[in-house]
């Protein structure tokens, strides 16, 4: 197999993905550069969660491949942060808005137990960045969705990934905090690149290196 260029980081290669008999992802290429911000669009139930599984290697594809690589070189694992969908998540789970903070520097290797100082004080600022430090005590299952959204965000980029992966990051967010969100994905796509689900690609269209439409198998650029 030969090297990628130096800034690949996810490659799929003639990836299919098949649910009793019905095919969802079809004979798929693609290639997520380190610094791209790349949008995925579609309707409901066209397979754009399980493009994103399929990326993480929480599903295993019907057929190909899905490779990643650091600096031209293929690697088993990437640094990544991962916001799910909200009805992913229990939030019957009794942890707090903190802890659920926090949880994202344990998946990212850091020993769980007590956090050190200069760790805690990455959790504080990432719930002040997104408005919830007057949550940090509460349970998760007191939340409102849009709350339990910018928890799960804050989990997702505290450890600052090499790669971002957002499932629909605005469901259940207020306009008014949305703009706050748009303002801070622009900012982060300066550090990382990221890979989105949403069905308002005209949001982040501005934002975006690459726009692509997934709809039961048909796979393309959003908008060609």
Do not use: C
Request: proline residues 4%; neutral net charge; hydrophobic residues 40%.
């Amino acid at each position: 197999m030969p090297s990628q260029p130096t800034d690949a980081l996810i490659v799929l290669e003639k990836v299919s993905l098949s649910y009793d008999e019905r095919e969802v992802l079809h004979d798929i290429d693609l290639v997520v550069s380190q610094g791209d911000f790349v949008v995925i669009t579609g309707p409901n139930g066209g397979g754009k969660t399980s493009m994103l599984r399929v990326m993480l290697r929480l599903l295993s594809p019907s057929a190909g491949r899905v490779r990643y690589y650091r600096s031209g070189q293929e690697v088993e694992q990437l640094k990544i942060g991962y916001l799910p969908q909200k009805n992913a998540i229990d939030s019957r789970f009794p942890i707090t808005v903190s802890e659920v903070v926090a949880s994202g520097l344990y998946s990212s290797g850091l020993r769980r137990g007590r956090l050190s100082g200069v760790w805690q004080l990455r959790v504080e600022e990432i719930l002040e960045l997104l408005g919830i430090e007057d949550l940090a005590a509460r349970p998760i299952g007191v939340l409102s969705g849009g709350q339990l959204q910018r928890a799960l965000l804050g989990r997702a980029i505290i450890s600052r990934p090499e790669l971002l992966v957002l499932d629909e990051p605005l469901s259940y967010i207020d306009e008014a905090f949305g703009v706050r969100i748009y303002s801070l994905l622009e900012r982060l796509s300066r550090e990382t690149t990221v890979v989105m689900v949403t069905h308002r690609p005209a949001k982040v269209s501005k934002m975006a290196t690459q726009m692509l439409y997934v709809d039961r198998g048909q796979f393309g650029l959003w908008g060609g």
